[in-house]
């Protein structure tokens, strides 16, 4: 099986912060890292390749510096990868983003399977999976916690819904978007950290994928971000403080003064 | 010409632009910025930085489309078997406002198999007008179909907006339409609304983990799309006496209801304790509690209040309660009528999955938590000590 990962560089957001006196975010010394998601969707492609055969390729979107997660990506055990950089990719919004990376899948040729995270935790938004497939034409399966059964006609899979799951059959090609249930994914071994260093990144710019450049990055980008501001602060309410009894008294003795107790 | 560039003039060489950009694709040259574009990314984060905006990012500012060929304020009206969902009418709510402001049509967008009766709740709720795609292989949700259909419908019909519940479903559907109709959509907005000046949808959401807001536009293109969590707004209010509008019935053919995908079986998960989304009362806690078995304290808490259990991330990723239970921008949202947060710091991701609870009360040992912030009656103290003496007082309180 051919089996491409979409994957993705982002800051470690939990680290992320606003500076409440100039009102931008403070990203120095944030880490980059591979998004957590897409750990899960390596080693969904990676156990299915060990399985039946095959390649998993995986493909980024990025600056020159997130060459760093497709190494992440073959110490885990993919086969290959593609960096698409380029400054005509930068500023690009979900549209733009997932017509580079399908463009790009296009120009990889046949695959059957393509996996992503279920989304990215800097931009949470989860749209660029399913706009990747709406691009190619083909089925999507979003949010799977399980891959049921698989042959080369067919996928079966389990998909996590509000109030359960749902079992949803797809043809081949499909592209799947995974939550965090559906594996474990392993620590890369000593050969996979070699061969992550030896390995050569393939690069593609824009001229590679032979793109309408109106459609990339910043130009083909619908929605741009008008401004960013910190969460509206609450004032913060009434305090108890002193003995666990005392406090607990007062404030159960409020709760009621307040008719929040029926 | 780039789509950045340092206003030259305007640039007083403070080196702010340097120590924000996260790239290292700032340099000083002759006191004036300059930007290497092989490295800059456009995130803009230069821009923000910049005390005399001399930074500037260019959008597309060309119109893709007509925008005044394009009216209405579309809901899509999410069923689960046959049922219109909740998050639905929170919508019809919000985009009241928005058609109210923009002088146009509320409609709503409804897909399924004989689920024409729910219109007249729909119109109840405030729509005005309902597209109705009735047909069985509706039945079921599936991507393709559904987002064939809801693009066709725009296609023909125009809507300058279109909403849809930040869902399972609407999940799957709307970026798939969002990209048949080539156009920008928004994730999870907690804020939309009209922008007086230029008539375009604000959207407003979390970002960077919730840790900013970022109100985003979509200036040129249509529809302006955007999803919204289940439980950020209010509900529309039923008006009884308004069962009636105008029904656009829709004629579905099988070049619209082909599909590669179906769904084989759905299995409701069989839940310990009430769906959180749906509790009155919620008792969450997070890192303070130490570990997994310190949970049957707010067990017993929450039983005593017919309440539900939450959990904040760290206390998810560190395993002590199931995912199912996590509050919080990559958890559930939840707007609860008492929210008790238990040994949770506060963290802006969780923040902003339950600061619209109508009461929130903190307990937590450290007074300068975040979490006091946001509360309404904040407990500092041990909640060792806090929760059993809590659960005694209440249970006392309430007879059981």
Known sequence: ?262 | MANIEVLKETCIGCAKCIRACPYDAIEMADNVAEIDLKKCTLCGACVESCPVDAIVLHHAHRAAVDLNEYKEVWIFAEQREGHVQGVVYELLNAGKKLANDRGTRLCAVLLGSGVAEQAGELFMRGADKVYLADHPSLKDYNDEPYSRILAKLARQYKPEIVLCGATAMGRSLIPRAAVMLQTGLTADCTGLEIDPDSGHLLQTRPAFGGNIMATIRCENYRPQMATVRHKVMDEAIPDTSRTEGEIIRVTVDENDTASRTRILEVIKEVEETINITEADIIVAGGRGLKGPENFEMLRELAKVLDGAVGASRAAVDAGWIGYSHQVGQTGKTVKPKIYISVGISGAIQHLVGMNSSDRIIAINKNPDAPIFQAADYGLVGDLFEIVPELTRQFKTLLKK
């Open chain 1, 1 to 262: 099986m051919n089996i491409i990962v979409c994957i993705k560089q982002v800051p470690d957001t939990t680290e992320v912060k606003i500076d409440p006196k100039t009102n931008t975010l403070i990203r120095e010394g944030v880490d980059s890292i591979l998004n957590p998601f897409d750990a899960y969707a390596l080693e969904e492609a990676v156990r299915i390749r060990e399985a039946k055969g095959g390649k998993v390729t995986a493909i980024t979107m990025g600056p020159p510096q997130a060459e760093s997660v497709i190494r992440d990506a073959i110490a885990v055990g993919a086969d290959d990868g593609i960096l698409l950089s380029d400054p005509a990719f930068a500023g690009a919004d979900t549209l733009a983003t997932s017509f580079t990376l399908s463009t790009a899948i296009r120009k990889i040729g046949s695959f059957d399977l393509i996996f992503c995270g279920k989304q990215a935790i800097d931009g949470d938004t989860a749209q660029v999976g399913p706009g990747i497939a709406a691009y190619l034409d083909i089925p999507q399966i979003a949010f799977v916690k399980k891959i049921r059964d698989l042959t080369d006609q067919k996928v079966v899979a389990e998909r996590m819904v509000e109030d359960g799951i749902e079992v949803v059959e797809s043809t081949i090609p499909v592209l799947i978007t995974v939550v965090k249930d559906i594996n474990e994914p392993r620590m890369p071994s000593l050969r996979g950290k070699m061969n992550a260093k030896k390995a050569e990144v393939t690069v593609w710019t824009s001229k590679d994928l032979d793109a309408d450049a109106s459609r990339l990055g910043l130009n083909g980008s619908p929605t741009w971000v008008d401004k960013i501001s910190s969460p509206p602060p609450k004032s913060g309410g009434e305090k108890f403080e002193g003995e666990p009894k005392d406090i607990v008294k007062a404030f159960v003795e409020r709760l009621k003064a307040d008719n929040l107790l029926q």
